[in-house]
C-alpha cells in the first residue's frame, strides 16, 4: 500500500481544512489473465510451469505479489474528486477538453 496523507489533496495538495470535505479513493487492480491451457500438451504444460517457477523464484515477492494485486489510495479535494470521475484517465486532460 502506498503512504497516504490525509492532510492534503493527493492531486492538487491543497491542504484539508475543518469543515472541508475530501474523498478518499481507492483503487483495486487484480490481474486477469486469459491463460490457454487447455492447449498445451501434458509435456509443454510442465515445461512452462517449471520456467514460470524458475523466473518468480528470481524475482521480488512484493513485486510478483503486485502483479497480482494491488490497493492504491488516493485523498481528494471536491475539485479533484469531480475531475477524477469524470476523466479517471486523464485522456480528457491530456486532450485540453476540461472545463478548468
Ligand atoms: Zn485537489
Do not use: H, W
Not at 1 to 22: D, H, Q, W, Y
Amino acid at each position: 500500500m502506498i503512504a497516504l496523507s490525509v492532510e492534503r489533496c493527493s492531486s492538487c495538495n491543497k491542504p484539508k481544512t475543518p469543515g472541508t470535505i475530501f474523498y478518499l479513493v481507492k483503487i483495486s487492480l487484480t490481474a486477469d489473465v486469459d491463460l490457454e491451457l487447455e492447449e498445451l500438451s501434458k509435456e509443454e504444460l510442465e515445461r512452462e510451469i517449471q520456467r514460470e517457477f524458475a523466473l518468480a523464484l528470481r524475482r521480488d515477492e512484493a513485486e510478483l505479489n503486485n502483479e497480482v494485486y494491488q490497493e492504491i489510495y488516493y485523498y481528494l479535494c471536491s475539485r479533484c474528486r469531480d475531475n477524477f470521475i469524470k476523466d479517471p484517465f486523464g485522456k480528457l486532460k491530456a486532450r485540453g477538453e476540461t472545463n478548468d
